[in-house]
């Protein structure tokens, strides 16, 4: 036995020594979209097996095949993950608009992911990665470089140290756009053939359909909403890291003043009103409170825990105490003075009220920019009511959701129907809806035509519904994500419209509400009284008068100058202690 027995001698690198890996410790990586960045990321990944590379463009991946020869190649992300079972973890890198569904099908076959900045092309896509990432227990993690450099912590510990004094204003800026935008440039209108090796039904992915052209491919993309996310999205996640990172805990940290601005109706957390992005109104039982303090627990520990303790082991590195109550809350009760968009009126009553929290009424966008004209003003006499329509401009890249159930709905009551897309599918629209009755525009000015409007129809934009009461237009919402759920609801519990509680609304029912809040007066009645009061609020003087009254006395207190700004309500001139919401 002994005789026959043969000495083997391998490598130290087998067995792992000499720092090197052994092959049973290393990964199997998957590369897809490795013409670009990809390339520059697979390189971070020498060390680990690069067992397959996928691209729909074989001519700009051509490098990065040559350069993993052991590789298999794919044009199709969904038969790499079918066929191939070695794999552990992929790296993505295509443009924006694919980040999301590419990264959900690796999540779901099990992979690992990391997937390039911006994480996803809307919050939605991000939200559903994160649940998925949770249900199948994979590691993640968003590609921002810049997050890991020298230079970053360098800033953050200047400012954590007090080095620079005390930070009043961050400016961040870049060389981005160095590709024509997409706001001023046309379509293309030539449709030159598709280069060999590109297959452009694969790239297009799940964007609308549009021919070929050079003007998005290989690198032009990020000018295009339907693909990209502009300069926000190509540097905006570097350049302003450092100034998030740095300032989060700037008051418990340096213990300087913090003012903060809450944009949508209230999230903190109060026994009187009901849990967050679920819907619903406040309860009118002792029992519906117990029930929605319940949901609220649940919601803290299956979905906010795991948010909660990052935060809280961030506190920790630097010293802080922990938070105790809900992660709601931190942007609430930390800073020294919270500007709220909105009214009183336009808030669930709570008995618990936080004193930081000041109504400054409604924070309309800036116009200064806006040139577009109304194309048909003489249909604003010609038919009635008017109604205008918006699907927003995010949730927009499928009309049929709210935009063609409106139309279908409304097309022959005789009323002039105004329709915005926001740049989507604006022509196919047009085409669908000849009618003299309909107007069809890419943008509308909303501050002009809502003096002209008698109802509104949208998914639940806080910033639009607002602005449509301030003009004293009812409103017509169907809309459930992103938190729309709990703007609708305000809506329907102050009696300005009517939530139709769905993202799909059926034709009928859209007419049908659209009938009672056009011939039933209280609609109108509820809506002017909310008019009343928002217009009795001047953002820019609330805030100038606070901010000026605020650095005297270290922004504490509820004080505001005597000399205040003329602001009414009802009529008349508010008193100092009202201005702020203060009854």
């Known amino acids: 036995m002994l005789g ?18 052994a092959p049973s410790q290393k990964l199997n990586i998957a590369g897809i ?28 991946a051509a490098k990065t095949f040559k350069e993993y020869p052991q590789a298999k190649v794919y044009l199709d992300y969904r038969e790499m993950l079918d066929k191939q079972k070695d794999i552990d973890a992929v790296i993505i ?13 690796a999540i779901r076959a099990g992979k690992h992911v990391y997937v390039q900045k911006p994480l996803t092309h809307s919050v939605h896509e ?60 046309e379509r293309p209108k030539d449709t030159p053939p598709v280069p060999a090796g590109l297959d452009w039904d694969r790239w297009l992915g799940p964007a609308p359909y549009r021919p070929y052209h050079p003007a998005y491919v290989p690198g032009n993309w990020r000018a295009w909403w339907d693909f990209g996310t502009g300069s926000l999205g190509d540097l905006g996640c570097h350049i302003l890291d450092a100034a998030f990172w740095a300032m989060k805990l700037i008051k418990e940290k340096l213990g300087k003043r913090v003012c903060a601005f809450g944009i949508t109706p209230s999230l903190e957390t109060s026994k009187d009103v009901p849990p967050n992005f679920v819907g619903l109104k406040p309860a009118r039982t002792t029992m519906g409170r117990f029930v929605h303090q319940g949901m609220r627990a649940m919601m803290e520990r299956m979905v906010m825990s795991d948010g909660k303790s990052m935060y809280n082991s961030m506190l920790a590195a630097h010293g802080l105490a922990p938070i105790k109550g809900s992660l709601f809350d931190v942007s609430y009760q930390s800073p020294d003075v919270l500007f709220q ?20 009424g409604p924070l309309i966008p800036y116009r200064a920019g806006i040139a577009t004209t109304f194309s048909q003003p003489e249909k604003l006499d010609k038919y009635k009511p008017v109604i205008l329509i918006s699907q927003g401009t995010m949730d927009n890249k499928d009309p049929g959701k709210l935009i063609v159930p409106a139309l279908e709905a409304l097309k022959d009551t005789g009323a002039l129907l105004i329709v915005t897309t926001g740049y989507s599918k604006t022509e196919e629209l047009r085409k669908s809806y000849p009618q003299d009755n309909i107007i069809i525009e890419d943008f509308v000015d909303f501050d002009f035509i809502l003096d002209h ?28 994500r992103e938190g729309k759920n709990d703007v609708n609801a305000h809506v329907d519990y102050f009696g300005v419209g009517i939530d139709l509680r769905t993202e799909s609304p059926k034709p009928a029912d859209i007419r049908r509400a659209a009938e009672r809040i056009l011939g039933e007066p ?17 953002p820019n003087e609330l805030i100038a008068a606070y901010l000026s009254n605020g650095e005297a006395r270290g922004l504490m207190g509820n004080a505001l100058p005597v000399s205040s700004p003329t602001t009414r309500r009802h009529g008349r001139r508010l008193l100092p202690g009202e201005m702020l919401g203060q009854r």
């Open 4 to 21: 026959s027995t043969a000495l083997t001698i391998v490598p130290r690198s087998v067995l792992g020594q000499s720092g090197e890996k």
């Open 33 to 60: 979209g490795v013409g670009g960045m990809g390339r520059n990321n697979l390189k971070q990944c020498a060390a680990e097996n690069i067992v397959a590379l996928c691209d729909v463009d074989e001519g700009y």
């Open 93 to 105: 890198a295509t443009p924006d608009h694919t980040h999301a569904v590419i990264a959900l099908a």
């Open 126 to 185: 991000a939200r559903v990665l994160t649940e998925a990432a949770r249900e199948h227990k994979v590691a993640t993690q968003m590609g921002n470089q810049g997050h890991s450099s020298d230079g970053t912590r360098l800033v953050c510990e200047w400012i954590w140290a007090g080095a620079i004094g005390i930070v009043r204003e961050v400016d961040a800026w870049t060389n981005r756009p160095v590709w024509p935008q997409g706001v001023e440039v």
């Open 341 to 360: 968009n909105g009214v009183p009126g336009f808030e669930y009553p709570r008995r618990d009220l936080n004193p930081k929290v000041k109504f400054v």
């Open 453 to 480: 409007t008698d109802l509104f129809i949208c998914n639940g934009g806080y910033g639009s519904i607002l602005l449509s009461l301030s003009k004293g237009v009812p409103v017509l919402t169907a809309g459930i």
């Open 522 to 538: 209280r609609w109108k009645q509820n809506v002017a009284r909310l008019r009343d009061e928002l217009s009795g609020h001047d």
